[in-house]
C-alpha cells in the first residue's frame, strides 16, 4: 500500500514538472518583434457626418425707417461688413 503511495506521488510529480517545463519553454522560444516608424509632422484630419440644422446666432432682422424698392445690393451674401456700411440703394 506503501509502495503503491510513493508511485502515485512520484508519477504526479513527474506529470507536474513535465507541464510546467512545458510552459515555461513556450513562453521563453517567441520574442516580441519591434518595429519603428519614423514620425512627421502633418495635419489631422477627422470627417464626421451627422444630420441636423444649423441656427445662425448672429442672424438679424433689418427695418427702415423709408418705404420703396430695392434698387441694388452692394454686398454678397457671406461677405464681412462694418458699421455705417451702406448695404444696398433704395428706389425711391
Do not use: H
Amino acid at each position: 500500500m506503501k509502495k503503491r503511495r510513493i508511485l502515485i506521488i512520484t508519477i504526479c510529480v513527474v506529470v507536474i514538472g513535465i507541464v510546467l517545463g512545458i510552459v515555461f519553454t513556450r513562453g521563453t522560444g517567441s520574442e516580441d518583434t519591434l518595429t519603428t516608424v519614423n514620425v512627421t509632422r502633418g495635419d489631422i484630419v477627422r470627417t464626421v457626418l451627422v444630420d441636423g440644422s444649423l441656427v445662425m446666432p448672429n442672424k438679424a432682422y433689418l427695418s427702415f425707417g423709408a418705404t420703396g424698392t430695392v434698387a441694388e445690393v452692394l454686398v454678397d451674401e457671406g461677405n464681412n461688413v462694418t458699421k455705417d456700411q451702406v448695404l444696398a440703394r433704395l428706389d425711391a
